[in-house]
Nanobody, 123 residues
């Protein structure tokens, strides 16, 4: 499945952004779809994911309460609403499909990636 991500940008601390990830070529169907992010000089880390069929949601523990993942079945799109953004949220955010979530400490990345979208949070 091909993924198209968008929605990044520059925002002040405390602000909000919404990222979108749309599928093309095929539907998300039985995928677990979500987001990873990679800050400068750091490893890529899991952010959130949603099971397309059934809607089970998974979050990185550190982001619960500020980030919300959702899906629009008709638009075949996954969203990541990010509120109360902090400078440490600055990163390139990547949409990913085919995620395997075992625990917060063990999330296997899927094979389909969207182009990253940069989120910059200024202090």
């Amino acid at each position: 499945v091909q993924l198209q991500a968008c929605g990044g940008g520059l925002v002040q601390a405390g602000g909000s952004l919404r990222l979108s990830c749309a599928a093309s070529g095929r539907t998300f169907s039985r995928y677990v779809v979500g987001w990873f992010r990679q800050a400068p000089g750091k490893e890529r880390e899991f952010v959130a994911a949603i099971r397309w069929s059934g809607g089970t949601i998974y979050y990185a523990d550190s982001l619960k309460g500020r980030f919300t993942i959702s899906r629009d079945l008709a638009k075949n799109t996954v969203y990541l609403q990010m509120n109360s953004l902090k400078p440490e949220d600055t990163a390139v955010y990547y949409c990913n499909a085919g995620i395997q979530y075992y625990s917060n400490n063990y999330v296997r990345q899927g094979s389909s990636w969207g182009r990253g979208t940069l989120v910059t949070v200024s202090s």
